[in-house]
């Protein structure tokens, strides 16, 4: 069975990812799609518009046969964790083919160059100009730009402005077993995107994300408060004082708005800001994010998902762990201590956003849900 992999956040799903979908299954002659998914909060440091069984249902419908959680200190914790996170847990199921990504290039050989160029240079004049730039005061993106652009002179270093591209050259710096598969992305006042259709949802419902929004402050006020900035410092994507400008700014700020204001600097990005908010609230530090396992998560099949699944266990192929209970995973003798850990900092991710959006915290539990299976 053919199959490609897809790495999304479907917050929500759209014409995009559906033109993705089709494209790729018809371009690469696949019989299924694998799609790793973030899970209650997304790559932007926010919590999804919708939680990650619905989404993840939806998906279902809509084209996708298998998928999986990719885990919540990833996700956190920028686009190269991001990235490489979710092509691993592609590659360890052991027979994923193709990675397929939309990108503002439309062009893989283009993508292919500098996805070589960037990495090759991570660790050599580009990455220490990156370095100085950042220290420099310049956000990480400009400064990579930058560097890149002083370092390689012949190089159109304009590819790295798509963040779609960005993300695409991540994933491709982290292939080793599957290949990879781009479509230009159709964009225009016509088309909708996950940002039109995150401020519509707001638009009709005002009242449910104001008490959502409300409810987030509250509890990451409280969790600020009773951290010191020292604390504050260790938090994943902490430094330059960062994190302690949170613990400054979290009594006098009113509102996640006015907070996410405070704390951001010239040189830091308001995602990096979101992303380091979202750590605190659920206590990601440099230790917690350090030593964590990846696993594949099942949250949503069909019955090609399903035929995945059991070709999976009948070949032994996956290199990783593929977890349908979370319960009889952690309570097995052969559970991975570093697995367990990372699907412990999924529970409190799912149970913060059940608290923030007024769900039934054991229903909703992930020790409760059980995946989807269509009909």
Known sequence: MKTFGVIAEYDP??????????????????DACVSVMSGDFTERGMPALENKWIRAEKAVKNGVDLVL?????????????????????????????AIAFGSESGDIEELEKAAELV????????????????RQGFTYPKARLEAMREAFPDFDADVLLGPNNILGIEYMKNLTTMSAFTVKRQDGSHVETA?????QAREADPARFARMDKNY??????????????????????GGGLGSRAVRYARESGSLEA???????????????????????????????????LY??????????????????????????????????????????????TLEIDRRAADFYNIITEEDLYN???YVKMPYMSA
């Open 13 to 30: 799903f759209h014409q995009g990812h559906a033109y993705l979908l089709e494209e790729a299954r018809r371009e690469l002659k696949a």
């Open 69 to 97: 959680e990719l885990p919540a200190v990833f996700v956190l914790a920028g686009a190269g964790e991001f990235a490489r996170a979710g092509v691993k847990i592609l590659e360890g199921m052991g027979l994923v083919d």
């Open 119 to 134: 990495k090759a240079s991570d660790d050599g004049l580009a990455g220490e100009l990156t370095r100085r730039l950042v």
């Open 195 to 199: 940002t039109m259709l995150r401020k």
């Open 217 to 238: 402050y509250d509890l990451l006020e409280y969790k600020l408060l009773n951290m010191n900035p020292e604390e504050a410092d260790e938090l994943y994507s902490a």
């Open 259 to 293: 907070l996410i204001s405070n704390v951001k600097t010239k040189a830091y990005t308001r995602t990096r800001v979101q992303r380091l908010l979202a750590q605190a609230a659920l206590g990601i530090d440099r230790e917690q994010a350090s030593g964590t396992g």
């Open 296 to 341: 594949a998560r099942v949250l949503a099949f069909n019955g090609r998902g399903a035929a995945l699944l059991k070709e999976i266990k009948k070949k032994e192929c996956a290199s990783i762990p593929v977890i349908t209970n979370v319960n009889r995973y952690r309570s097995s003798g052969d559970a991975d201590p570093d697995v367990v850990k």
């Open 364 to 366: 909703q539990s992930d």
